[in-house]
C-alpha cells in the first residue's frame, strides 16, 4: 500500500513515516516545511515540497496513492486566538482542498490528525468520545469544521475516514531516529526540555493551586511512537470498516510537577522553574478514555510513562557536550 502523510516532515508527522516504513508501506510526503524539518523524513520516503492548499502539489502528491494521514496544520493554539485567519485558510481549507482532490481521484482513505482540543473545558473526566464537544479557541474549532465536513460532506461523496483526537503528544523515536527538535514548541515537555539545555532560562508554572495531587495542573501525555502505530491500524481498519472517531492518549495524568522532578532527575539540570498566576481556560485536569481506540483497533499506549517519554526526549535536547 501506498500512503501520502502530510505534514510528514513534522514532529508528529516524521515519525508515523518511520512507523509506516519499518512496517513496509511505500510512504510519500508532501510538506511546504513551514514548521517541519526535511532532515527529519526518513529516506526511504518520497519527499514533495508543497501544500496542500495548492490542487496541483496535491495532485501530484497523490498519484498511486491508496490512503492519506493528514497531519499538515497550523497547531500553536495561542497564536490562532492572535490570527485565526492563517489557522482557518490552512487548517480549513487547505484540508478541503485535499479532500476534494482525493474525491476527484478516486482516493477514499482518509485519517485525520485530529485533536483533544474539540472537546474544550472538560465537563467529567476521563474524556471519552461523547463528551460534548466545545473548543475555547480558533484552532480547536478548525480541527472540529473539518470534523463536521467530514461527518456532513465526504461520507457522501465516498470518505471513509479515520478521525484521530489526539492529546499531548510527546516523547522521541525510541530508536533516536527523528534528530531536530520541534520548531517553537509551546507544550510543556520541549519547554522543560529547553530549560533543561540551556535554550531556555527557565519555565513558568500556571498556578500551583489547583485542586490536584500537588496543585499543578495534570495533562495526558501519549508518546510519539505510540499515536503512529494507532495511524497504521486506522489505515489498516478502515479497509473493511467504516469510518470512525476516537481519542489517543495515556488515560493516565503526570502534574506539572511530576514532570519537572522525573526531568530533574533524568537531565541532571536544575531546570529553573517560576510559579506564575493561573492562565485563563487552563482547566485543572485533562485525561483521556482511549478505551474506544483500544477495543476498536487493538491499540495500546506502551512507551508513554513518564521515564520513556522524558528520556526519549532528552536524547535529542541534550547539549553535545553532555553526550562525551
Ligand atoms: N503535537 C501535539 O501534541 C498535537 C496534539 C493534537 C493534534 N495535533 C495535530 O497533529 C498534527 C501534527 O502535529 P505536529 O505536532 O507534528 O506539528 P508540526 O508543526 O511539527 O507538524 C506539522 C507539519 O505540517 C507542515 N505544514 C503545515 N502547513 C502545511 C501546508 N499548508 N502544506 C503542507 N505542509 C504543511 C509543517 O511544515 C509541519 O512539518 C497537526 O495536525 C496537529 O494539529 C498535534
Known amino acids: 500500500m501506498k500512503i501520502l502523510v502530510t505534514g510528514g516532515a513534522g514532529y508528529i508527522g516524521s515519525h508515523v513515516v518511520l512507523e509506516l516504513l519499518d512496517q513496509g508501506y511505500e510512504v510519500v510526503v508532501l510538506d511546504d516545511l513551514s ?60 484540508t478541503l482542498t485535499l479532500l476534494n482532490t482525493m474525491v476527484d ?103 500551583d493551586d489547583y485542586e490536584t495531587r500537588d496543585g499543578t495542573g495534570v495533562r495526558d501525555y501519549i508518546h510519539v511512537t505510540d499515536l503512529a502505530k494507532a495511524h497504521i491500524l486506522a489505515v489498516h481498519y478502515l479497509r473493511s470498516h467504516p469510518s470512525f472517531t476516537v481519542n489517543l492518549g495515556s488515560d493516565v495524568g503526570y502534574s506539572v510537577t511530576e514532570i519537572l522532578d522525573t526531568a530533574r532527575k533524568i537531565t541532571e539540570k536544575p531546570i529553573p522553574a517560576n510559579i506564575s498566576a493561573r492562565r485563563a481556560g487552563d482547566p485543572p485536569k485533562l485525561v483521556a478514555s482511549s478505551e474506544k481506540a483500544k477495543s476498536l483497533l487493538g491499540w495500546k499506549a506502551e512507551h508513554s510513562d513518564l521515564e520513556t517519554l522524558i528520556s526519549t526526549m532528552w536524547d535529542i535536547y541534550r547539549p553535545a557536550e553532555a553526550l562525551v
Open 35 to 94: 514548521m517541519g524539518a526535511k532532515e527529519n523524513v526518513d529516506d526511504r520516503a518520497a519527499f514533495i515540497l508543497g501544500s496542500i492548499l495548492s490542487r496541483a502539489d496535491n495532485e501530484i502528491a497523490l498519484k498511486g496513492v491508496d490512503a492519506v494521514i493528514h497531519m499538515a496544520a497550523f497547531k500553536a493554539a495561542g497564536e490562532s486566538v492572535e490570527n485565526p485567519e492563517k489557522y482557518t485558510r490552512n487548517n480549513v481549507d487547505g
Open 105 to 207: 481521484l478516486g482516493i477514499h482513505k482518509f485519517v485525520f490528525s485530529s485533536s483533544a482540543a474539540v472537546y474544550g473545558e472538560p465537563q467529567y473526566l476521563p474524556i471519552d468520545e461523547k463528551h460534548p464537544v466545545n473548543p475555547i479557541n480558533p484552532y480547536g474549532e478548525t480541527k472540529l469544521k473539518i470534523e463536521y465536513q467530514l461527518e456532513k460532506e465526504f461520507i457522501s461523496k465516498g470518505i471513509c475516514f479515520a478521525t484521530l483526537r489526539y492529546f499531548n503528544a510527546a516523547g522521541y523515536d525510541i530508536n533516536g531516529r527523528v534528530r531536530i527538535p520541534e520548531n517553537e514548541p509551546n507544550n510543556l515537555l520541549p519547554v522543560v526540555m529547553e530549560a533543561a539545555n540551556g535554550s531556555r532560562n527557565m519555565i513558568e508554572i500556571f498556578g
